[in-house]
């Protein structure tokens, strides 16, 4: 088995798709409240976009099937009391079910450090969902560290 990481493909959007639905129900499972099934999680036009503009990341076995994605966007932070910085954000990233804690997560992070590199990023970012415990700390073996917390009210109408 043999893993491979490149730019996604137009030819990759039906298996990239699946990866997404299956990141899509685990968070509709863990937040109900906050997210909802969907019949498309990523549209074909928006996917498109994402490949023109190389912001999309594919893992493929034996050059094949896709079993791991990353989509992520460079930012220019400035303005105020903030300095400026150049950020690679990760927007998402998932691995095929079938195929999670094979190493697949660290070769997309891999790639996506040489783009920030290439891109003279000063830093490279994502959010986690608090439930995904086991995201977390495959983040944290790469080396990501909690830079801030999101916290929640729920029910505040309530209280």
Known sequence: MEIKIRFAKEKDYNQVEKIMKQVQ???????????????????????????DNQEFIVATLDNKEVVGTLKYSTRNISGGPMVDRKVMFIDSMGVDEHYRGQGIGRKLFAFARNICEEQDCDGLELQVNAKNAAAKKMYEKYGFTEKSVNMELLNWRDK
């Open 25 to 51: 129900e685990m968070h509709t499972e863990w937040r109900p409240d906050v997210y909802k099934n969907v019949e498309v999680v990523l549209p074909f036009d928006m996917y498109m976009d994402y490949v």
